[in-house]
Structure formats: structure tokens, C-alpha cells
């Protein structure tokens, strides 16, 4: 896999500068070449647990500026949330079955790459669905639900219109209304959106 996701990448018009197989010489490699944007998978030797996971963290730690895409098989939103922290700019959380659409996978590493987040829908989407009704949430209508979750995942306004088949104008709408239902306020930046939206969920999660 790791050869085919190279691969792909340099055809895409990436340079790859390094491909390494275990946790350990990812956080070498990646500290010593200081790439834009690190491609990781959470399960890696030495342990094969969530040791790419932790050399993820590590890396953006000690190297802030370079974004990181964790890889993972599991629907698992803590891996998510520990990841990302409290700095969503420049990191990524894809389930691998993504990798096979090379066009969205592709466009996840060129955000993550240029400071931007990505959230794999579906880890996002079972967030929402388990969120308490109660509360804030419970005041969004369906549609701002699927808004609420396009936010989450990075998308920009148009992104958002032409995954939910509305207009633009439609999904401004429905944004301003759910600023002012969750209290979160008007955000300037597709950073602060998702910033917003990861905050809501966490303080919202059973």
C-alpha cells in the first residue's frame, strides 16, 4: 500500500522525499526532511497498535508547520480528536478505503499540505449521529445537521452547495443559523469553521 499511495502522489505532481516502514523512522524522516505534509498510517511496527498515531502527534509537536494525514481502517473518532487537539490547521484523519478515489485523496493531502483540515465523512458523520438531542444540537433542522457535518469535514461554502445540491445562498443561510444556534458566533476562516465545529463536539459527545 505504501508503494501504491507513492506512487499515486507522484503522479498527482507531489515529490516524495521519503517512504519509511515503521513508526520510528517516520518521526526521523519526517523531522529530518521537513516535508509540507507527512502521509501516516495509525497501525505501524514496532507495536502495529496506534504507533504512527503517536509519531503523528509527535511530528506536529515538534514541527508545527508541516501537516500531517493520518491513514486509519477504523471508524475511530478519538484517534480523530487526538490528533487534531486543539490546532485543526494541517491535519488530516482519512479512512484508507479513500485512498482508491485518487481525486479525493489527492485534494486531502494538497489541503493538509497547505495548512488546511480534513475529516473523513463518514468517522464525522457517526460523530453527529451520536450526539446527545438534547441541547443546542437538537435545535438544528436535518439539513443544518448535514451542513454542520460538510463544515467539519473542511468544505468551503461552494464545496458545500455542490455536495448537498443547493446554492451557495442556501448554504450561507444555513451556516449563520447554525452560528447563532450553537453560540459560536460568524468565522472569517475555513480553519475557524472547523476549529468551531471540533469544539461543539467534544463538549457534546457521550
Do not use: C, W
Request: aromatic share 4%.
Amino acid at each position: 500500500m505504501r508503494e501504491g499511495i507513492a506512487r499515486i502522489l507522484m503522479e498527482a505532481g507531489f515529490e516524495v522525499v521519503g517512504q519509511v516502514g515503521d513508526a520510528n523512522d517516520f518521526l526521523r524522516k519526517a523531522l529530518a526532511h521537513r516535508p509540507d505534509v507527512a502521509v501516516v498510517d495509525i497501525q505501524m511496527p514496532p507495536g502495529r497498535t496506534d504507533d504512527g498515531l503517536r509519531a503523528a502527534i509527535e511530528l506536529r509537536r515538534q514541527r508545527p508547520d508541516t501537516g500531517v494525514l493520518v491513514l486509519s481502517q477504523f471508524y475511530e473518532e478519538r484517534y480523530m480528536m487526538e490528533l487534531i487537539g486543539d490546532r485543526p490547521e494541517g491535519a488530516g484523519y482519512l479512512l484508507k478505503e479513500r485512498v482508491a478515489d485518487v481525486a479525493v485523496f489527492t485534494e486531502a493531502v494538497g489541503r493538509v499540505a497547505a495548512g488546511g483540515s480534513v475529516l473523513d465523512p463518514s468517522v464525522v458523520g457517526r460523530m453527529l449521529g451520536r450526539l446527545r438531542s438534547e441541547g443546542p444540537l437538537g435545535r438544528l433542522s436535518p439539513r443544518e445537521r448535514d451542513v454542520l457535518a460538510a463544515m467539519a469535514e473542511g468544505k468551503s461554502n461552494n464545496g458545500i452547495a455542490k455536495a448537498l445540491v443547493v446554492t451557495e445562498a442556501a448554504v450561507e443561510k444555513h451556516i449563520t443559523s447554525i452560528f447563532h444556534k450553537l453560540d459560536l458566533g460568524r468565522s472569517s476562516t475555513e480553519h475557524k469553521r472547523v476549529h468551531a465545529v471540533l469544539t461543539y463536539l467534544r463538549s457534546t459527545r457521550v
